[in-house]
Structure formats: structure tokens, C-alpha cells
């Protein structure tokens, strides 16, 4: 599921689904399986089995397909000062690609063969954090690709989300911890314990003009949390 532009992307085995949420209509539907959204200046990024689909928001168009033979796309983030969208999946591979021309300008091979699961890219440290199916976060320069730091923590499992908060990257994993690290000491700050009791399955931050910024945790145990965020 993601939010880009007034509108609300919902992904499945056999359809991608969009929805506007001000009018809380369905306004269009694709065929095929798409399991991870990214908005890139006007255009929703589709992963999927195979590959990735480029639509535009205003027509709903797809103007592209960028095909990853043999890869399931599990998550993607947006570099935006390189123009460039680094794509994670199965195998432990990395893939960067061009925004303008969607041709892959680079692929790495991580020091893991587990699938890579979910992205944040914190702008100010030059780091994309790539959480990972074997319980660590992977730490990578964007400016010259390579592993910085490699973060575990005693009882984290499969990571699911990764959100850059401020100074701060939050996590949370198939464990009922969320975790905050710092960003540029690439160290955990602290491990929030005390309100889920299952696996915490994703977390986004969203400002509101009466709340200001609050981070929403969704759980297995059908729980949600809200946090107050800094600034």
C-alpha cells in the first residue's frame, strides 16, 4: 500500500488497484501482481514479479516496464539528488536505476544471499539503509556504493519497514520491537517494547497542521501506534 498524490495504490496477486482518497472511489485498475509502490516526481513505481511498472498519475499510463528477469522487487527508494531509484529483492541483489532513462545504472551484490526487504535513504549522512531477511541492516553510501555499517540488535528478526525520521531511521521486523537508530552514528538509540505484542508489519510518518508529524505503527496483533515525531 502506498499514498502518492491524492491517491492510495493497493497491490495484489492479480491487480493494482488506485484510490482517491479524498472521494474514497476506486478511480483505476491494472491487471498483474504488484507488491511495492514508490512515487517518483508524477509517476507511481510498480513492483512486482519481474520487474517494475512506470505509470503516470495523471492518466494512469504506464510508460514503461523495466524487466528483472527471475527477481521479485520487494521494495525501492528514491535517491532524489542522484535522480536514481535503488530496487531490493530476492537474492540479495541491488539494482540502480536512472529516473530519467530507467535504464539500470549499476548492480551490486550485498554481503547477503537472503532477500532484501524493505529501504530509507537519509539524505543528509549520503545512506540508504536496506533492511534484510537475515535480521540486519545493511548501511550504503549512495555516492559511492558500498557497505558502510551492518546493524543487528538482540531479538530483531526479518526487517519489514524502514522510515528516515529526522536524525533518526525507525524500524520495525517480524519481532514486536520498534526500534530507533541514529542516523549519522549508525547506532540504536532505543527499542520501544512496551506496546505491540506481535510482529510489527510497517510504519510511515504523516504531518498533520493540528498534530504535526506522527508515526503510525501497524502490528500482526491488529494493533495501531501513533507517535510524536520531532520536528
Request: net charge negative; aromatic share 10%; hydrophobic share 40%.
Amino acid at each position: 500500500m502506498s499514498r502518492a498524490e491524492g491517491y492510495l495504490w493497493l497491490g495484489g496477486d492479480r491487480a493494482v488497484v488506485a484510490w482517491d482518497i479524498a472521494t474514497k472511489a476506486q478511480v483505476h485498475s491494472m491487471p498483474g501482481f504488484g507488491i511495492n509502490f514508490l512515487t517518483v516526481e508524477g509517476h507511481t513505481w510498480i513492483g512486482g514479479e519481474g520487474g517494475i511498472r512506470v505509470v503516470a498519475l495523471e492518466t494512469f499510463e504506464c510508460i514503461q516496464t523495466i524487466e528483472i528477469p527471475r527477481a521479485l522487487v520487494l521494495c525501492m527508494e528514491y535517491v532524489s539528488d542522484l535522480r536514481q531509484v535503488w530496487v531490493g529483492g530476492t537474492g540479495g541483489i541491488l539494482y540502480i536505476y536512472n529516473v530519467d532513462t530507467g535504464e539500470v545504472a549499476s548492480q551490486l551484490t550485498s554481503e547477503t544471499r537472503r532477500n532484501l526487504t524493505c529501504m530509507a535513504y537519509h539524505a543528509d549522512t549520503r545512506s540508504l539503509w536496506v533492511g534484510s531477511e537475515d535480521r540486519t541492516i545493511y548501511v550504503w553510501n549512495v555516492d559511492e556504493p558500498a557497505i558502510q555499517a551492518r546493524l543487528t540488535d538482540d531479538s530483531m528478526l526479518m526487517l519489514n519497514a524502514l522510515v528516515a525520521v529526522g536524525n533518526d531511521i525507525w524500524s520495525c521486523s517480524r519481532d514486536s520491537a520498534v526500534r530507533v537508530w541514529d542516523a549519522a552514528g549508525r547506532s540504536k538509540k532505543t527499542r520501544i517494547e512496551d506496546f505491540h505484542t506481535d510482529g510489527v508489519a510497517t510504519i510511515m510518518h504523516i504531518y498533520s497542521e493540528n498534530l504535526g508529524w506522527r508515526g503510525y505503527t501497524g502490528s500482526l496483533d491488529r494493533s495501531v501506534g501513533m507517535w510524536a515525531l520531532p520536528g
